[in-house]
């Protein structure tokens, strides 16, 4: 039986990117709907442009909010390179939410009734990729004596289901509380209106990339959602960042997290 030729053709994007990569900052940043961009063979996944650039295919403002982060830490960065309706990246690959098909009224042609070969195929194209990455990031950091904070940036809809959602913030933890609790806290102090787990909960089996790689590795972790009218233009994408810079800047040297031989 013939194997299926590569998704990815060699001009297209590389299924992740990765800043700062020799940094030995104490913290890892990761940003896993950073893009809106699918495969060239995939046509748009039968979708409209706008479709293509709505809420479900990319978290609006959270890549470049991750990426002016990135910069202004020095901290590493992974980015996914590609949409979550390619392949969602934060979530298991059974789980059925991996390859969207509907949501929020949107029918998403390309992901109907897809076959098991050709999530096998996007998966060994993006979603592998770019975890082994993460992963090599870590082991990275880990031989340089360093244990990171993981940081996972998301950003949420301002409405859900007809409903007005009031936090501005929210924290998502299952394990780590301690640095949840910093994150919490620190977010407040400059005035926002912080959601503890919610519009989301950070309770497994959510949050896959969080679980999957800080969990099992024993990191201290967190993982923040911003909802994403603050976040639209580069004016609040570059306030937000700002301001996170001092909020999860400080939280390594209050987990006296540091360089160790």
């Known amino acids: ?16 990117r990765v800043l ?4 030995e900052r104490p913290m890892l940043l990761v940003c896993d709907h950073a893009s809106s961009t699918i495969p060239e063979e995939l046509d748009g996944l039968g979708l409209d442009p706008f479709a293509r650039r709505c809420h479900l295919a990319v978290d609006i403002g959270a890549g470049p909010v991750t990426e002016r982060l990135a910069s202004s830490l020095m901290a590493t960065t992974v980015l996914c390179g590609y949409s979550r309706l390619v392949v969602d990246c934060n979530r298991g690959l ?12 949107i029918i998403v042609p390309g992901n109907t009734a897809l076959k098991q070969a050709e999530r096998k195929r996007r998966a060994e194209a993006i979603y592998w990729p770019y975890h082994k990455q993460i992963d090599a990031q870590i082991k990275r950091l ?20 007809g409903e007005s959602r009031p936090w501005q913030m929210g924290v998502l933890w299952d394990k ?28 497994a089996p959510q949050d896959y990339t969080i679980d999957h790689h800080a969990e099992g590795a024993n990191l201290p972790h967190i993982a923040l959602e911003i909802r994403q ?13 700002r301001i996170l810079h001092g909020v999860i800047g400080s939280i390594p040297g209050e987990l006296r997290l540091k360089k160790h031989a």
């Open 142 to 161: 880990q031989k340089a004596g360093v244990t990171p904070l993981f940081v996972s940036i998301h950003s949420f809809t301002p409405v859900l289901n």
């Open 229 to 241: 009218d603050l976040i639209t233009h580069p004016e609040g994408q570059e306030r937000i960042a």
């Open 20 to 23: 700062n990569p020799d940094s």
């Open 1 to 16: 039986m013939n194997a299926s030729p590569p998704l990815l053709k060699p001009h297209e994007p590389s299924p992740f």
């Open 94 to 105: 059974l789980d059925n939410g991996a390859f969207l098909a509907f949501g929020d009224g």
């Open 176 to 203: 780590d509380e301690t640095s949840a609790r910093l994150l919490i806290e620190g977010l407040r102090a400059e005035g926002f209106l912080v959601g503890d787990n919610e519009p989301y909960s950070g309770k």
